[in-house]
């Protein structure tokens, strides 16, 4: 597997730093919605977005497109970023996020807005909407992947276990489910509140092939989707493993910052950290 080329790298970490401060933005103009997943989950929405998936921004109904299927509807404003910034719809758009009659809802809406596949916000729902497609595509013998984008906390919901079976039992391998495995959850560690490890081995269990990665480094993703895209006969999980909060210190690692209205000061202090450091990614790029 080719490693992505260094200047690539760079282009998309400095992707995911434009993303990371339009989710600030957003939640910031709304009042209210979700930090820690978004900043968490940047990287990996870059990747797939600029680079991971095949689609087409400007045919969202493209019939022969990877699906990405957001489970954990609350972390949307990343995907609003990713879908805005890769030509789905005006950036300029983002400001409406939460605000009454726009298409960028706290939770996606399938109708509103084309190219958000499905309606979500009731955790758990994700894997089994996207096993059927999987399974669909495989009846159709289609090459298209589904792409499902799991949180840890959703691993709570039943329903996440029976399509677990389903795709294990129907060898699955067009459907790759990448966990956002940032250990917290609305008021806590996932841990201390419903513990899931061994989580590898219990997917492992129900016949799936397991991928490990670092969820906030590009190249560690690549080779993650790579490897995924290469396994036969066995549905693909990916953990990855994210930082929640990623590039803003006051947030990371921090359960708190799953949701809460910024205090004054807080998103100008956030702007100006991700600002920082992509003007240190600049220099880098310049220097290599
Ligand atoms: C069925 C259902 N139950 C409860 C909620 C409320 N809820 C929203 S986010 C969340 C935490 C889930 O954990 P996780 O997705 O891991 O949170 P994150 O890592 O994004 O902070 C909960 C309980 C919900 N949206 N749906
Ligand atoms: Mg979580």
Known sequence: MPHLHEKKIKELELTANTLRQHV?????????GHQGGPLGMADI???????????????PDWSERDRLILS???????????????GYFPVKELKTFRKLGSRLQGHPERTRL????????PLGEGLAQS???AYAGKMDSKKW??????????????LHWEAMLFAGKNRLDNLICIVDRNNIQIDGTT??????????QKYESFNWHVIECNGNDIQDIHRAVEDAKKIHQKPICILAH???????????????????PFAPGEAEQAIAELKAHAKRLRADHARS
């Open 114 to 121: 084309p190219g958000s596949e499905t309606t979500s916000g």
């Open 191 to 200: 841990e201390d509140i419903m513990p899931l490890e061994p989580l590898r």
């Open 131 to 133: 096993a059927g497609m």
């Open 242 to 260: 994210t930082i929640p909060g990623r590039g803003v210190s006051y947030m990371e690692n921090n359960y708190r910052w799953h949701s809460q």
């Open 145 to 158: 992947r589904v792409f499902c984008l799991t949180s840890d906390g959703e691993h709570e919901a039943g």
């Open 24 to 32: 600030i933005t957003m939640v910031a103009e709304a009042k209210s």
């Open 72 to 86: 954990n509807g609350h972390i949307c404003p990343i995907r609003y970023a990713a879908m805005a910034e890769s």
């Open 45 to 59: 929405f870059t990747y797939l977005y600029f680079h991971g998936m095949n689609h087409m921004p400007k045919k």
